[in-house]
């Protein structure tokens, strides 16, 4: 409690600077803040009317920084963390994210106008043309529904505009050859039809030289097209449909080795040299991901007197095939292991909405989710085995194939009533019913150069080495069914007409499943860590309370929260080669966010956020040991009283944009920028060896252009102070196995050092 108690300090520190310098800045300013307006809450409201610690991104910001997906954007957002793996993608807030397992919900739910996004490599999407982007900490169980646990991402795209507009945006990064092209069209095409047509195209050589695939790697193509048709009649009925298209692949991850620790530099020398030198320079057997996405929504309005029913039907196709080095060295150990996923959804959604501006206001509606899900896996042990100890491995390889239905119907209803003109009271609640069916099917199989004794059955030697690394033939299957019931309140009193205060409470819940990347079945007799298949829902329990300011001049924001997890869905190493999926842990999260814009005259705005986040493991007891690392049970090492990984103490961005007009019709801007974050560790397993320490990353744009803007060309730079920053970090695969566990290294996925981009955009 004294913890918490300081942490409430702090925000209340971090606020009360700003309201007074509010306060002078409006009796001596004449510039003023532009309205942030959001759909947080399924209504369009001013983002200081809304009681949620809510971060919200314009598409101009995104297209003036040249950020290309969430990921990119997520390093300016305190408490947000967007981060690849080896084989997955992690979405993070507030420390809490879903493990590296396609049978996972993420734990930040992803909606892309109005349509849940849940599979965790969606994140990569190419962000083009958008409205905004939102991003909402804490559990979101009554309007954003089951898996918002730890937060959700509402990204909104660009509608159709009345008049007829166009515009061609195109950009050259000279250091990693990165070049982008948008073109949008966008107007009415009849009295009461309107469409929005946008193209994208995006290629990069990359930032690392792999020497053995002789190439610059990330290399990315990414290929995008979105039309969007609307209608507004004369009467009480008004549509509009979006398409939209993707098509990204990229070769090769920005991934080094580093750090060598015991006898590994010696095992691994002469013509085992595995280089572990940080100079971007690196050399494995390649990565390809080709991603392609189709995403169509159908939105209704319907005006019924005073009320709106709105219906938003959605069906999302998505088809993402892999090919990893899994090993990430030189040597050809893992060289070639596959992976594919095919999912499609539909989802249903029927709402009803009540005017926002009376004394009671409310939303109400049902929605229904189908989802079907198809995923392979593998893995491929490469003929070098055969010098090795475990020769019996040689050109033999695991094949998982995965299969998955389900069935989500929830119902929903939030109210507000005004209690005075001053006091308001918000209740909710989602009750969620879902079904999924899984199958799992394991087999051993060997290639044509495998040592294997026998040619028309597996060799038993090879079964048997196979189990020692704990991985047998099997197929299992299952079914799960589920209830969940997610309240929250909330109480928001207007202190002033410039000053708001909030207290809330919500529940919220991440579904179950099946563990997709298993090795063997839990009834096990043959290997020493049976695995898994099923594992249950997880939940929280969030407390948060808040300030919200807002005057012409300066808006500010300030929250402190504390939430509860309990049932944590985590992937655990089972000591040998495979990780298996148990609800192994509880967290405690707590912390203060705060963030402030301030227009200081007509021309220059600053703007700001800091996070401070307090994160603790209340309850893990079987984690993975890091290397040296003495267990505490078994195999295992305790996390219980630890941080998690990818969890800094404190974060933050500040913001100073000036524009001026110079004369002839020409304007001038300059934007600096700054994200910063204190140290954390980069690796799932806690390892103090992959600490990142605490950085400044410094960005800054120069502009010259029309005061109407017609035309803009600008100067990007980003990450100017170069800085080499560990986004994940883990062990390297089979380091210690061929050590004897006598030494290890590590690898990491780095994020962009310094790239300077010329923009030019010109608009008619």
Request: glycine residues 10%.
């Given at each position: 409690m004294r913890a918490f108690s300081g942490i409430l300090l702090t925000g209340t520190a971090l606020a009360m600077p700003g309201m007074a310098l509010a306060q002078a800045s409006e009796e001596t300013k004449s510039g003023g803040l532009d309205e942030i307006v959001v759909t947080a809450q399924k209504?369009?409201?001013?983002?200081?009317?809304?009681?949620?610690?809510?971060?919200?991104?314009?598409?101009?910001?995104?297209?003036?920084?040249?950020?290309?997906?969430?990921?990119?954007?997520?390093?300016?957002?305190?408490?947000?963390?967007?981060?690849?793996?080896?084989?997955?993608?992690?979405?993070?807030?507030?420390?809490?994210?879903?493990?590296?397992?396609?049978?996972?919900?993420?734990?930040?739910?992803?909606?892309?106008?109005?349509?849940?996004?849940?599979?965790?490599?969606?994140?990569?999407?190419?962000?083009?043309?958008?409205?905004?982007?939102?991003?909402?900490?804490?559990?979101?169980?009554?309007?954003?529904?089951?898996?918002?646990?730890?937060?959700?991402?509402?990204?909104?795209?660009?509608?159709?505009?009345?008049?007829?507009?166009?515009?061609?945006?195109?950009?050259?990064?000279?250091?990693?050859?990165?070049?982008?092209?948008?073109?949008?069209?966008?107007?009415?095409?009849?009295e009461n039809i309107g469409a929005r047509v946008v193209g994208?195209?995006?290629?990069?050589?990359?930032?690392?030289?792999?020497?053995?695939?002789?190439?610059?790697?990330?290399?990315?193509?990414?290929?995008?097209?979105?039309?969007?048709?609307?209608?507004?009649?004369?009467?009480?009925?008004?549509?509009?449909?979006?398409?939209?298209?993707?098509?990204?692949?990229?070769?090769?991850?920005?991934?080094?080795?580093?750090?060598?620790?015991?006898?590994?530099?010696?095992?691994?020398?002469?013509?085992?040299?595995?280089?572990?030198?940080?100079?971007?320079?690196?050399?494995?057997?390649?990565?390809?991901?080709?991603?392609?996405?189709?995403?169509?929504?159908?939105?209704?309005?319907?005006?019924?007197?005073?009320?709106?029913?709105?219906?938003?039907?959605?069906?999302?196709?998505?088809?993402?095939?892999?090919?990893?080095?899994?090993?990430?060295?030189?040597?050809?150990?893992?060289?070639?292991?596959?992976?594919?996923?095919?999912?499609?959804?539909?989802?249903q959604e029927l709402r009803i909405a009540s005017p926002g501006d009376q004394p009671f206001n409310y939303i109400a509606g049902v929605y229904y989710q189908n989802t079907k899900l198809n995923v392979t896996d593998h893995v491929q042990f490469n003929p070098f085995f055969f010098a090795t100890p475990f020769r019996a491995l040689g050109d033999t390889a695991n094949d998982r194939v995965y299969s998955q239905k389900s069935d989500l119907i929830s119902v929903f209803a939030q109210g507000e009533i005004s209690l005075t003109d001053a006091l308001r009271l918000t209740v909710g609640a989602r009750f969620n019913h879902e079904s999924k069916t899984g199958s799992r099917a394991l087999a051993i199989n060997r290639g044509p150069l495998s040592l294997a004794a026998m040619p028309a059955i597996i060799d038993p030697v090879v079964i048997g080495t196979f189990r020692a690394l704990n991985i047998e033939a099997h197929s299992i299957s299952g079914k799960l069914s589920e209830d969940s019931f997610n309240p929250m309140a909330n109480i928001q009193y207007d202190i002033s007409d410039d000053l708001m205060f909030y207290a809330s409470y919500a529940r919220g819940s991440k579904a179950g499943g099946f563990d997709i990347r298993g090795n063997s079945v839990p009834t096990s007799t043959t290997v020493a860590t049976p695995g898994a298949f099923l594992f249950g829902d997880e939940q929280a329990e969030n407390f948060e309370a808040g300030l919200k300011y807002k005057t012409r001049s300066l808006a500010m924001n300030v929250s402190v929260y504390r939430t509860k997890y309990t049932d944590l869905q985590t992937n655990v190493f089972d000591g040998v080669l495979s990780f298996n999926v148990r609800n192994a842990s509880g967290a405690k999260t707590q912390g203060v966010e705060a963030d402030m814009r301030w227009a200081v005259d007509n021309h220059f705005t600053l703007s700001g956020a800091i996070a401070y986040l307090d994160f603790e493991f209340t309850d893990f007891p079987l984690g993975q040991c890091y290397f040296q690392q003495v267990p505490t049970s078994g195999n295992f090492c305790s996390y219980t009283g630890k941080r998690n990984t990818l969890t800094p103490e404190w974060s933050g961005n500040l913001n100073g944009d000036f524009k001026h007009e110079i004369g002839g019709n020409l304007k001038v801007g300059f934007n600096l920028n700054a994200d910063f974050s204190s140290s954390y560790v980069a690796s799932a397993n806690l390892d103090p060896r992959t600490r990142q320490s605490g950085y400044v990353k410094m960005g800054a744009r120069l502009s010259l252009g029309h005061v109407d803007e017609n035309w803009t060309i600008a100067l990007v730079g980003r990450n100017l102070t170069d800085e080499r920053i560990m986004q994940t970090a883990g062990a390297l695969p089979l380091a210690t196995t061929f050590t004897g566990g006598t030494g290890v290294a590590y690898n990491a996925i780095y994020d962009r050092p310094r790239n300077i981009a010329l923009q030019f955009d010109v608009k008619f």
């Open positions: 209504r369009a409201e001013g983002l200081s009317e809304v009681p949620i610690s809510i971060s919200a991104v314009s598409g101009e910001q995104i297209e003036a920084y040249g950020q290309t997906n969430l990921e990119s954007v997520s390093s300016s957002i305190p408490n947000l963390k967007i981060t690849q793996t080896a084989i997955a993608n992690r979405i993070a807030i507030r420390g809490i994210a879903s493990g590296d397992n396609k049978g996972f919900e993420q734990s930040v739910a992803m909606f892309v106008d109005g349509i849940y996004y849940g599979r965790d490599q969606l994140s990569r999407m190419p962000l083009v043309d958008l409205q905004r982007i939102e991003v909402l900490r804490g559990p979101q169980p009554t309007l954003f529904g089951k898996n918002a646990i730890a937060g959700a991402v509402n990204v909104v795209s660009r509608r159709p505009t009345d008049d007829f507009e166009g515009s061609v945006s195109a950009s050259y990064e000279f250091e990693h050859k990165e070049k982008r092209v948008t073109a949008v069209l966008s107007g009415p095409i009849s994208y195209y995006r290629g990069m050589d990359g930032y690392f030289f792999n020497t053995l695939q002789d190439r610059k790697e990330p290399n990315v193509r990414e290929a995008f097209v979105r039309g969007i048709v609307d209608f507004k009649g004369d009467g009480p009925l008004s549509a509009d449909l979006k398409l939209e298209y993707a098509d990204f692949k990229t070769k090769g991850q920005p991934r080094e080795v580093f750090g060598p620790v015991g006898s590994y530099s010696a095992v691994f020398a002469g013509p085992l040299f595995v280089e572990t030198d940080e100079d971007y320079v690196r050399a494995d057997g390649g990565y390809l991901s080709r991603n392609k996405v189709f995403n169509s929504v159908l939105n209704a309005n319907l005006e019924l007197g005073d009320h709106t029913l709105t219906s938003t039907t959605g069906y999302l196709d998505y088809n993402v095939k892999e090919t990893l080095d899994v090993d990430f060295v030189a040597l050809p150990l893992l060289d070639g292991t596959r992976q594919s996923e095919d999912y499609r959804q539909i989802s």
